[in-house]
């Protein structure tokens, strides 16, 4: 089999995995209330890349973590990116109408429950990270959670989200555009490649380094390919609406740095990447694969 | 000095406490992202009874439970209590301009901040509860974090507000009525004391057995005090929009038994709530307190 069709057989298993565990772990549809239950599944199921999880079982792969406990760590980042895109489309944010080739939350239900659907999806980002088992140390659950915590909130995503509002019509300098996506997607991609590492075998401080520095470089190089996708792909081919960034006057890689040296910047950031992971032979080859399929991803 | 005024003391200096422990675990407004910071602190920071704080501590008296973890468990509680009121607010929830005496954030700040700022205090509150030392075995601080987590979500108060917002306009009975309350109050009420429970010395599994029941019957009469308050004090007294419940056409304890019989179901919760206590002895004597203050509270 193919390196390409094998990371492809790997990664549809995975998604295949998730959709099941989002499903159990989500409340259902038919206990009350009922309209909250729906949106939050809604929101969560029945798509998506899942590139967040995929990173989580790459890591878990490096440290020999069992399948169970990497699918709750992954449902955890998947829940906290599933809130973060829910109240990122609501009108008083970036009102958007199509999400996944789907209306978004708010359209398909009402801005209210899209509300408090994000709400409680992130807070069963942390139920289910706290509820079940994902390490052998409570002590790392503990950790864990932190971890997921400090990524997610004013020093993280959420964090790089006031910025990204802040930065509308502004000129930002290419600094400040990348430390605005350190926070707003990178903090999220760099936590679920450390959730992915604390589920198996300890990793040296040493080891865990190189691969944090590894995350926080596919995290960047992630953005910048999301920066390049939205003004050369179409809405159909993304699933949500393509050119908003420009429509929106929101500074870009491509904005400011032109399409040719954007893409170098993105093959940059990968090979930078793949350096970091050189010390780790065989077991890190999910997460190259990963790394690779980030950056030449036509979506 | 007599019970009374012992109360008055203990309950100010705790609330002093909770003031700079939630300055100190808020991000400071002078860093990026300032207005994200700023929005966090003016939620959270100058006011609010503190109740949830109060019953932290309580509960944490009956353990034998030092201040300090005391006080991380509170922030928790009220950092979750904070954003609720922050996203209620909002226009396409209750829509309200007055909070505590001030405009609300979405007033003073705008709607994307008080969307951003209520879901970054919702994860402050898992990053607090997760790094801080609020108990001596890991095990129990993962198991403080599931029980925030099931209390803040879409089985608890998450929930409980989904159901309020749909109950608008429809006649709810009296079990229905509980229902949404146990939820949308209930539930981080009985966490308070519960996470409290957990910051000293271990009870048995009857002793929490009494002491969750305690709390979920000190929740419910919370919720009715609040409504007979909505009925009877001025916005000037309350710090919030009075007779908004009636105005939104909202199910409560007055519209459905009448003035004179929800006080009488308040001071039946009350006495059914010290009972739970009995056992306790001496050491459950703020617990007493403060569901006395809370039953009698004319704000």
């Known amino acids: 089999m193919s390196a390409r069709s094998d990371f492809q057989t790997w990664s549809f298993a995975i998604q295949q995995q998730m959709e099941l565990a989002l499903g159990a772990v989500l409340p259902p549809s038919d206990h009350l209330p009922q309209r909250l239950h729906e949106a939050m ?71 209210a429950t899209a509300l408090l659907a994000g709400d409680a999806l992130q807070t069963a980002a942390f139920e289910v990270l706290a509820g ?29 989200q006031a910025i990204d509002l802040a930065s509308v019509g502004q000129p930002l300098s290419l600094p400040e ?17 450390l959730l992915g590492s604390y589920c198996g075998e300890p990793l040296s401080s040493t080891e865990r380094e190189r691969l944090d520095r590894f995350a926080k470089l596919v995290g960047l190089a992630f953005q910048v390919v999301d920066d390049i996708l939205d003004v050369e792909a ?53 997460l190259r694969e990963l790394a690779h399929f980030i950056v030449h991803r036509a979506f």
Do not use: W
Request: proline residues 2%; neutral net charge.
């Open 41 to 111: 599944r809604y929101a969560v199921l029945g798509g998506g890349k899942r590139v967040r999880p995929l990173l989580v079982f790459a890591a878990g792969e490096l440290v020999g973590a069992g399948a169970e406990r990497l699918q709750y760590a992954a449902c955890a980042v998947e829940l906290i990116h599933a809130y973060s895109l829910v109240h990122d489309d609501m009108p008083c944010m970036d009102d958007d109408q199509l999400r996944r080739g789907k209306p978004t939350v708010h359209v398909q239900f009402d801005d």
């Open 132 to 160: 079940r088992t994902v390490c052998d140390e409570a002590s790392d659950q503990v950790k864990m959670l932190k971890i997921l915590a400090t990524a997610s909130g004013a020093a993280g995503m959420a964090g790089g």
């Open 177 to 193: 555009l990348e430390n605005m996506h350190i926070l707003k997607t990178g903090a999220l991609i760099r936590a679920s490649v």
């Open 234 to 286: 179409d809405t159909a081919t993304l699933g949500k609406t393509a050119g908003k960034d420009a429509a929106h006057d929101k500074p870009t890689y491509v904005s400011l740095l032109g399409l040719k040296q954007a893409k170098q910047r993105a093959a940059e950031l990968e090979a930078e990447a793949l350096d970091c992971l050189s010390s780790f032979g065989e077991r890190a080859q999910r």
